[in-house]
């Protein structure tokens, strides 16, 4: 029988649900009565008495730490933790002065990489003692075949996307109560992705796609065109890279 893995009523945290995906899964869980706490610099633009803002700058590892420290206490019946906060910039290494992109390389690494695993890294034990729970870790189908505009950011997804797979291993190790999940989504329609011209995802449509995965506790949820791409990793990993090397130069 297919796993489920019920999502309603859930307390959650909800990184980078400010905006775009985060905003609409915000949406959804709250539908599901679910009690979401949303950490990101600015508050989201809904208001819902479930809805909680903390304001966290994940890049600052000090703040970070400050908001897990109090987030058990606050929320003893926490039970699932999406890491879904992320930024995404150019590096043209043949233009850019070195110290931009070092600039921008550091902020993709933290708040990317560096926050979820930190994230992952506290939250990992307590919810692994529950009976039922969930760690979503949103990488992008990018994570599989890198593009040539973005290579620190495509790193950084690389990267989460491994550390993903070694802590499903460590959590299948511990019985499989705790439930891990990377989402891999295609471009979607949201302040991230202004600057693409077309061929983008409706943000609302991707949230459903990512709300049904939850529900069928599936491993690697992957999201409109990223489900070919997986197909195409499965035939050829080198003609998928050559795909988007392609699609991207
Ligand atoms: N859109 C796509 O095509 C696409 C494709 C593949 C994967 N993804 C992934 O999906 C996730 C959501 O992206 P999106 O498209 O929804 O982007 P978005 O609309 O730009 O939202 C990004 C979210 O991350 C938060 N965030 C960014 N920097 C932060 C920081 N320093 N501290 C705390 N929160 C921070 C933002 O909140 P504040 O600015 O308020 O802090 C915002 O809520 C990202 O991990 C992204 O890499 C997106």
């Known amino acids: 029988m297919a796993r489920r893995f019920a999502l309603s009523g859930r307390t959650i945290l909800l990184t980078g649900g400010s905006s775009g995906?985060?905003?609409?899964?915000?949406?959804r869980l709250l539908a599901l009565d679910c009690k979401v706490e949303v950490w990101s610099r600015r508050p989201p633009e809904r208001i819902h008495p479930s809805?909680?803002?903390?304001?966290?700058?994940?890049?600052?590892?000090?703040?970070?730490?400050?908001?897990l420290d109090g987030l058990l206490a606050r929320h003893p019946d926490l039970s699932v933790v999406i890491n879904n906060a992320g930024i995404s910039e150019r590096g043209d290494l043949?233009?850019?002065?070195?110290?931009?992109l070092d600039a921008r390389a550091e902020a993709q690494i933290a708040v990317n990489l560096r926050a979820?695993?930190?994230?992952?890294?506290?939250?990992?034990?307590?919810l692994g003692?529950?009976?039922?729970?969930?760690?979503?870790?949103?990488?992008?189908?990018?994570?599989?075949?890198?593009?040539?505009?973005?290579p620190v950011y495509?790193?950084?997804k690389a990267g989460l996307r491994s550390f993903t797979q070694s802590m499903r291993y460590q959590a299948?190790?511990?019985?499989?109560?705790?439930?891990?999940?990377?989402?891999?989504?295609?471009?979607?329609?949201?302040?991230?992705?202004?600057?693409?011209?077309?061929?983008?995802m409706p943000v609302d449509k991707a949230a459903d796609r990512i709300i049904r995965g939850l529900a069928r506790a599936e491993a690697e949820i992957w999201v409109g065109q990223t489900a070919l791409l997986r197909r195409l990793v499965g035939l050829s990993p080198a003609l998928a890279r050559q795909l988007l090397k392609v699609a991207t130069g």
Request: proline fraction near 9%.
């Open 21 to 27: 995906v985060g905003a609409a899964l915000a949406e």
């Open 51 to 67: 809805l909680i803002h903390k304001p966290v700058d994940l890049a600052d590892m000090s703040a970070l730490d400050g908001a």
């Open 94 to 100: 043949a233009r850019s002065d070195p110290a931009t």
């Open 116 to 126: 979820p695993i930190r994230i992952c890294q506290r939250l990992f034990a307590p």
């Open 129 to 150: 003692r529950l009976d039922s729970a969930m760690i979503v870790n949103n990488t992008s189908g990018l994570a599989v075949a890198p593009t040539v505009p973005h």
């Open 154 to 156: 495509c790193a950084t």
């Open 172 to 200: 299948e190790k511990a019985g499989g109560r705790l439930a891990i999940t990377e989402i891999l989504l295609p471009v979607v329609e949201t302040p991230m992705t202004a600057s693409v011209p077309r061929g983008r």
